[in-house]
């Protein structure tokens, strides 16, 4: 069995099952933006949509391998800090993960928050202010209680929240009121479908993003050579039918106009469905998305973190975990520091944060590549190493997931606008990092820039 690294003080509890996981990849994943962007995808393409979906889950589907592998190879909780310094060194892999990671979560989480409250806000005018920065407060607290406290919570979200899309998405497909397409019209636009679907797969792609979630947990699960790459497999092969599911009951039952018009698609599908009782059932949907998504990233982002300072590239202060609850309490105040500010800096500014959002995501697809990048060269670099999982078909999972990556940051955006600040936005995220990344790696660490670290020194320490 692996062990964890480190003195016994600084150890982590090996306490995450299968289901336990399944749920973080899950959780982490179907956010409310999610359902957002399926049913306005929908709207938008129609059966092009649904195709899209598909070629999406086969794109995620290849970073999975490539993440099973590294991370099986590797298994320590920094993820792709650990992946990349063996790779490609300390300064690529403060980059990949900084920059890849922890910059999505200070703008993805807040709008994530400002969503929630605005659904809400629709259902019970003035009844719910500030609860977005209430539940922030309370997962928090409850992350530091220990990753057994978290797993419980994050176990109930995740069974509740999959419980309501699947009733929602089966309820669509035999509902009487089908005001929005149909299934013979369905299938005329299946056959008239030409390669302009392809820009579909960029919307859809999103839907499937962050299943290696699942990686910086780790050193606290139980037999993680089978449970890592199973987790994340079962977890996609769950999203695509739940996906499908919720994407033709928007077809059926709502107009397309309106599913692509609107800022809260969901809300109109449930309405539909249910009446006056989809009030609830959204309320259900909007709280379980949330608190799922930040659960899993205030216990997952901590533990990269913890990774980094035992790789030494963050101050030792995040190495420590409490005596008692065995969690990473520093990592787990900053990220929600790094959550709380823009949630608060920004909520009279809610539009700047969906640029700011697209920004960071952009450089999340960067890590993406780094992780393809970093298995390529593992595997000519250690071609005898024992894998206990091997990615299937190498190296064309890697090349094509490589390309896709590109072909995403090129259409990241809505418009040629959007996408210029994008850029510029994303280009001033990465050299801010990368300052920290060169004065930290050379001045502090004292190492070369580039220069790899031996994957037994990784290993031992």
């Given at each position: 069995?692996?062990?964890?690294?480190?003195?016994?003080?600084?150890?982590?509890?090996?306490v995450?099952?299968l289901?336990?996981?399944?749920?973080?990849?899950?959780?982490v994943?179907?956010?409310?933006v999610?359902?957002?962007?399926?049913?306005?995808?929908?709207?938008?393409?129609?059966?092009?949509?649904?195709?899209?979906?598909?070629?999406?889950?086969?794109?995620?589907?290849?970073?999975?391998?490539?993440?099973s592998?590294l991370?099986?190879?590797?298994?320590?909780?920094?993820?792709?800090?650990?992946?990349?310094?063996?790779?490609?060194?300390?300064?690529?892999?403060?980059?990949?993960?900084?920059?890849?990671?922890?910059?999505?979560a200070?703008?993805?989480?807040?709008?994530?928050?400002?969503?929630?409250e605005?659904?809400?806000?629709?259902?019970?005018?003035?009844?719910?202010?500030?609860?977005?920065?209430?539940?922030?407060?309370?997962?928090?607290?409850?992350?530091?209680?220990?990753?057994?406290?978290?797993?419980?919570?994050?176990?109930?979200?995740?069974?509740?929240?999959?419980?309501?899309?699947?009733?929602?998405?089966?309820?669509?497909?035999?509902?009487?009121?089908?005001?929005?397409?149909?299934?013979?019209?369905?299938?005329?636009?299946?056959?008239?479908?030409?390669?302009?679907?392809?820009?579909?797969?960029?919307?859809?792609?999103?839907?499937?993003?962050?299943?290696?979630?699942?990686?910086?947990?780790?050193?606290?699960?139980?037999?993680?050579?089978?449970?890592?790459?199973?987790?994340?497999?079962?977890?996609?092969?769950?999203?695509?039918?739940?996906?499908?599911l919720v994407?033709?009951?928007g077809?059926?039952?709502?107009?397309?106009?309106?599913?692509?018009?609107?800022?809260?698609?969901?809300?109109?599908?449930?309405?539909?469905?249910?009446?006056?009782?989809?009030?609830?059932?959204?309320?259900?949907?909007?709280?379980?998305?949330?608190?799922?998504?930040?659960?899993?990233?205030?216990?997952?982002?901590?533990?990269?973190?913890?990774?980094?300072?035992?790789?030494?590239?963050v101050?030792?202060?995040?190495?420590?975990?409490?005596?008692?609850?065995?969690?990473?309490?520093?990592?787990?105040?900053?990220?929600?520091?790094?959550?709380?500010?823009?949630?608060?800096?920004?909520?009279?500014?809610?539009?700047?944060?969906?640029?700011?959002?697209?920004?960071?995501?952009?450089?999340?697809?960067?890590?993406?590549?780094?992780?393809?990048?970093?298995?390529?060269?593992l595997?000519?670099?250690?071609?005898?190493?024992?894998?206990?999982?091997?990615?299937?078909?190498?190296?064309?999972?890697?090349?094509?997931?490589?390309?896709?990556?590109?072909?995403?940051?090129?259409?990241?955006?809505p418009?040629?606008?959007?996408?210029?600040?994008?850029?510029?936005?994303?280009?001033v995220?990465?050299?801010?990092?990368?300052?920290?990344a060169?004065?930290?790696?050379?001045?502090?660490?004292?190492?070369?820039?580039?220069e790899?670290?031996?994957?037994?020194?990784?290993?031992?320490?």
């Amino acid at each position: 069995m692996m062990k964890p690294s480190g003195n016994s003080k600084d150890q982590l509890k090996r306490v995450l099952t299968l289901p336990s996981l399944i749920a973080v990849a899950v959780g982490v994943v179907v956010a409310q933006v999610v359902f957002v962007g399926i049913l306005q995808g929908v709207g938008i393409g129609g059966a092009g949509f649904l195709v899209a979906l598909i070629i999406a889950f086969v794109l995620t589907l290849f970073y999975v391998f490539t993440f099973s592998e590294l991370a099986l190879m590797l298994p320590k909780a920094g993820s792709i800090s650990t992946y990349t310094e063996v790779s490609m060194g300390h300064f690529m892999a403060i980059i990949a993960t900084v920059a890849g990671y922890f910059a999505p979560a200070m703008f993805a989480l807040p709008a994530e928050l400002f969503l929630l409250e605005s659904v809400l806000d629709t259902l019970y005018p003035g009844s719910f202010d500030h609860i977005g920065l209430i539940l922030l407060m309370g997962l928090a607290v409850l992350n530091l209680l220990g990753v057994d406290i978290f797993s419980k919570m994050q176990n109930l979200l995740a069974c509740t929240m999959v419980v309501a899309l699947l009733v929602t998405g089966v309820t669509g497909l035999i509902h009487p009121d089908q005001s929005g397409g149909s299934m013979p019209a369905l299938a005329e636009e299946l056959q008239q479908l030409d390669i302009s679907a392809g820009t579909l797969v960029v919307l859809a792609l999103w839907s499937f993003m962050a299943l290696e979630f699942v990686c910086p947990l780790i050193e606290e699960t139980k037999d993680p050579e089978k449970n890592i790459p199973r987790s994340m497999i079962i977890a996609a092969v769950a999203l695509l039918i739940i996906y499908l599911l919720v994407a033709m009951a928007g077809y059926l039952v709502v107009p397309a106009e309106e599913l692509a018009g609107s800022d809260i698609p969901h809300y109109r599908l449930v309405q539909t469905l249910f009446g006056d009782a989809g009030k609830q059932m959204v309320a259900v949907l909007a709280i379980t998305a949330t608190c799922s998504t930040i659960n899993t990233v205030l216990a997952t982002l901590p533990r990269m973190l913890l990774g980094m300072a035992h790789n030494g590239q963050v101050p030792k202060l995040f190495r420590q975990v409490h005596p008692r609850t065995k969690t990473p309490q520093a990592g787990i105040f900053l990220v929600t520091l790094l959550i709380l500010v823009p949630a608060l800096l920004f909520r009279d500014s809610q539009d700047i944060i969906l640029t700011l959002m697209i920004s960071a995501a952009t450089i999340w697809l960067l890590a993406y590549i780094v992780a393809h990048v970093d298995l390529m060269i593992l595997r000519r670099r250690y071609p005898v190493l024992t894998r206990p999982f091997r990615s299937p078909w190498y190296p064309f999972p890697q090349v094509i997931g490589i390309i896709s990556m590109v072909f995403m940051v090129i259409h990241n955006s809505p418009s040629p606008e959007m996408t210029i600040q994008v850029y510029v936005n994303a280009g001033v995220l990465v050299l801010i990092v990368s300052v920290y990344a060169w004065f930290w790696v050379k001045y502090k660490m004292k190492k070369r820039l580039f220069e790899p670290e031996s994957i037994g020194k990784v290993l031992r320490d």
